[in-house]
């Protein structure tokens, strides 16, 4: 079983949205959860995190666009990304971490990613 299944992405035009899911095989509610993106040829980027208390974090390149949330009953992590740009084209991966001293510490395993490509 995988312990993570990401879903949502697809094909955007630029300005357009899309909501990714992540559903947890296992309760997620003491831990930290991310979601990290991998362009084509480049290292893997944290993009957003959210703290099992709530605290969330964005890298500078998705301020103000993008949106993490929770569901732990449901043992999901969704992330809302508005006004797409090109440069977002990347699969993305949810993360299960930790979080200590104002820092996500990302976890080991992945799952197979979602493809998001904004293209006009």
């Known amino acids: 079983q995988e312990r993570f299944v990401e879903s949502g992405g697809g094909l955007v035009h630029p300005g357009g949205s899309l909501k990714l899911s992540c559903v947890v095989s296992?309760?997620?509610?003491?831990?930290?959860m991310g979601w990290y993106r991998q362009a084509p040829g480049k290292e893997r980027e944290l993009v957003a995190y959210?703290?099992?208390?709530?605290?969330?974090d964005y890298a500078d390149s998705v301020k103000g666009r993008f949106t993490i949330s929770r569901d732990d009953a449901e043992k999901t992590v969704y992330l809302q990304m508005n006004s797409l740009k090109p440069e977002d084209t990347a699969v993305y991966y949810c993360?299960?971490?930790?979080?200590?001293?104002?820092?996500?510490?990302?976890?080991?395993?992945w799952g197979q990613g979602t493809p998001v490509t904004v293209s006009s």
């Open positions: 959210i703290s099992n208390g709530g605290r969330k």
């Open positions: 993360n299960q971490g930790i979080y200590s001293r104002g820092t996500y510490h990302g976890g080991d395993y």
């Open positions: 296992e309760s997620i509610s003491l831990y930290a």
